[in-house]
């Protein structure tokens, strides 16, 4: 094995910035082959990278996790990302249900110590049981989003679940996104139209009004500071040069360099 650190990715990001979310897409399939998968939350932005997948039939599965208290809007928009786009999504859930972890350990996302408690019990854990499967995983943040997430790089190291993610829509302008889901009429979670920006779950989320900041629906009742659950590592900031082990052999074929040297 051998480290893979965010400096290390400096020229490649750069140069996948000229790279359409498709052509990243493709690049991640031929790299990871069967250990890169995408992670979704069944909102637009992961439909739009589900959409593009299964249009250039790439065999990339799709992890969901199902934190058992989401809209029944967002289970419907996976069951149909499996029945009308054919891909294989995997549904990751927490060990205890809501019920038993209230009667075990009380309402935690009511405040926000409980509220990272509850997060880590129903999103990150589930997630970190299926990823010793991958060595990366695709996720679907865009920096037109702003708040943290408006430098977000399109490759990043991610401590937490020892992978690259791979951010393909992180320069997909919001005209450029919204075409796409028009032209391409994508499949997106009914509750977009309702006047949720972003969904999670149904305990924590909220529409919002047309003035206020896209994720000012997530946690309201925690006051504005609230805005990230932390399953995506680049919305907290760790600072200096963060890396991961994976096989010297991927870590080169990843940066392009080539070992075949003929003399
Ligand atoms: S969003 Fe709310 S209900 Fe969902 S896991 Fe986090 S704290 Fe718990």
Redesign the pocket.
């Known amino acids: 094995m051998a480290k893979l650190s965010q400096v290390d990715l400096t020229d490649l990001n750069r140069s996948m910035e000229e790279r359409t979310p498709q052509e990243l897409l493709a690049w991640a399939a031929s790299i990871f082959g069967k250990r890169v998968a995408i992670m979704s939350a069944m909102q637009k932005a992961g439909s739009v990278v589900c959409h593009m997948a299964s249009s250039a039939k790439l065999p990339l599965k799709v992890l969901f996790v199902d934190?058992g208290?989401h809209f029944q809007e967002t289970l419907e928009t996976r069951d149909r990302m499996i029945s009308d786009y054919g891909l294989d999504v995997i549904t990751l859930h927490?060990k205890q249900t809501?019920a038993e972890q209230s009667a075990e350990m009380g309402v935690?996302?009511l405040t926000p110590d409980?509220?990272?408690?509850?997060?880590?019990?129903?999103?990150t854990e589930p997630l970190m049981q299926a990823t010793s499967d991958y060595d990366a995983l695709i996720s679907s943040l865009r920096r037109a989003d702003g708040g943290r997430r408006g430098n977000v790089p399109i490759l990043s190291i991610d401590t937490n679940t020892q992978t690259l993610k791979i951010n393909v829509l992180a320069n997909f302008g919001d005209q450029e996104f919204n075409d796409y889901i028009v032209r391409q009429s994508v499949i997106v979670n009914p509750l977009h139209e309702q006047g949720f920006s972003t969904i999670?779950?149904?305990?924590?989320?909220t529409p919002v009004l047309p003035d206020e900041e896209k994720r000012a629906g997530?946690?309201r009742h925690l006051g504005p500071w609230a805005m990230y659950?932390g399953i995506n590592p680049t919305d907290v900031d760790r600072g200096g040069s963060p890396a991961i082990e994976l096989p010297g052999e991927l870590i080169d074929k990843i940066l392009g360099r080539n070992d075949d040297f003929v003399i």
């Open positions: 934190t208290v927490p809501m935690l996302y409980g509220q990272a408690k509850c997060c880590d019990l129903r999103k999670g779950c149904n305990r924590c989320t997530r946690w659950c």
